[in-house]
């Protein structure tokens, strides 16, 4: 055990501000919290900078079967490890990290599959808003003694945080923390979507429905796969000025045509459909539009919205037995610890842009006015300045 001091005395409990979730619907509070030390195959980071993303505003809202309240929500972020616990080895303190909401254990049957992302060795405590070392959180609010939950396995709307040793990517130190942050999530995971899950082909045809920082990450993915044809597709038609600069050919409103459905206009537009579309907006009725949307015989459909508890699916039998196909992905399909710091590696090679994606620069008070701007459709991602990273 060690901390960013070089110090081998044990790590100890930091005092520090954190947002916290109260109840659904209502504004998050900012509190004092204490940070318990990281324990066996912890690690516990200073966030420097954290985004905010469309899942936190969902479980926030009351939507997510697995919300806990209290809990400290935020899982697109990026910090230094600031001390690590017992038999942790792939990072120590001083470490550049961005916390990584789907883990990678290198071990479970999910990570030795080639056909998969999803690890299974901490899921389900992650789930249950706790560590799995003791199955405890290592958040108490100050003032009250209260305990508070864990989110995702991240909890990022904090100064500083415990996350597994499994959560926790070790990127290069030259990478700017502002801008990679958002391979924590909404960018890694639409390129992933593209690249991994559809694995599209050059001169595909494609339509991305929902034209948030998801949906363009999706557009840049597509662009560098070299499709065709891209349509992105979004009710609100101040959209489509972003939409055409990451790519897309075209762009089209499902309000401005009469009631027809929007699969039925996109059908049309592409002689029988396109060979790929993308959901990024979690609406079931937009979703059964992005499978009807595609090609008669190999047309795949990739849901990536995340929808409301309680919501389901559906489509005539017939849509797949004449060959379209209906896929989900969870963060792109990227192994994280393996993956995000290549992606890290793209961003400094100029292949991937981050810095388009941030609209909003902020700061660490300033949450609950990035929930707005986002509940607003006036941004894409909001980029708050957390710790100094010195
Ligand atoms: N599977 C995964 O691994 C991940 C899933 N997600 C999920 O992906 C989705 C997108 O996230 P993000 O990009 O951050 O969200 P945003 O809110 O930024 O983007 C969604 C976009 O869709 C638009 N929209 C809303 N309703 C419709 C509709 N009926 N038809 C067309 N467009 C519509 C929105 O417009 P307006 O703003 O006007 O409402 C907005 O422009 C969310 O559900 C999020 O939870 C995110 C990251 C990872
Ligand atoms: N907890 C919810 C569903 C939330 C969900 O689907 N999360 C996505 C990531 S969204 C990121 O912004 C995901 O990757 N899910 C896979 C996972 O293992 O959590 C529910 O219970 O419906
Ligand atoms: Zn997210
Ligand atoms: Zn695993």
């Known amino acids: 055990m060690s901390d960013s001091n070089g110090s081998n005395a044990p790590p100890q409990p930091i005092e520090c501000r954190a947002w916290v979730a109260y109840e659904p619907k209502k504004p998050l509070k900012l509190e004092t919290v204490i940070v318990n030390p990281p324990q066996k195959g912890e690690v516990r980071v200073k966030i420097c900078y954290m985004a905010l993303c469309h899942t936190d505003a969902y479980t926030l809202g009351g939507l997510d079967p697995e919300g806990l309240f209290p809990s400290i929500l935020g899982h697109e972020a990026s910090g230094i490890v600031e001390s690590v616990g017992e038999g942790v080895t792939s990072v120590k303190p001083g470490d550049h990290v961005i916390p990584c909401y789907q883990a990678f254990c290198d071990a479970c049957k999910f990570c030795l599959s080639r056909k998969t992302n999803l690890c299974g060795s901490v899921r389900q405590w992650t789930g249950n808003g706790v560590m799995k070392n003791d199955s405890q959180s290592r958040f108490t609010v100050k003032e009250t003694g209260k305990k508070i939950y864990h989110f995702m396995g991240t909890s990022t709307f904090a100064e500083y945080t415990v996350v597994h040793e499994v959560s926790c990517a070790k990127i290069r130190e030259d990478a700017d923390l502002e801008s990679v942050c958002l391979l924590g999530c909404g960018v890694s995971t639409g390129l992933g979507a593209v690249w991994n899950t559809a694995k599209v082909e050059s001169g595909a045809t494609a339509a991305v429905f929902g034209l948030g920082t998801v949906g363009l990450a999706c557009i840049e993915g597509l662009v560098h796969a070299g499709a065709k044809r891209i349509i992105g597709v979004d009710i609100d038609a101040k959209k489509f000025e972003a939409g055409m600069k990451w790519g897309c050919t075209e762009c089209v409103n499902p309000m401005d045509h009469e009631g027809r459905p929007i699969q039925e206009v996109i059908v049309e537009m592409t002689d029988g459909g396109v060979d790929y579309s993308f959901e990024c907006i979690g609406n079931v009725e937009v979703m059964r539009s992005a499978l009807e949307c595609c090609h008669k015989g190999w047309g795949e459909s990739i849901i990536i919205g995340v929808a409301a ?78 710790m100094p990273e010195k």
């Not at 890290?344 to 100029?350: C, G, I, L, S, T």
């Not at 981050?354 to 660490?364: A, C, E």
Request: hydrophobic share 40%; charged share 30%; aromatic share 10%.
């Open 309 to 386: 508890s309680g919501q389901m699916i559906q489509t005539r039998p017939f849509q797949l037995v004449t060959g379209r196909v209906w896929k989900g992905t969870a963060f792109g399909g990227f192994k994280s610890r393996v993956d995000v710091p290549k992606l890290v590696d793209r961003y400094m090679n100029k292949e991937i842009k981050l810095r388009d994606y941030i609209t909003h620069q902020m700061q660490f008070e300033d949450l609950n006015k990035a929930f707005d701007l986002l509940h607003e459709g006036k941004c894409l991602r909001a980029v708050l300045k957390a």
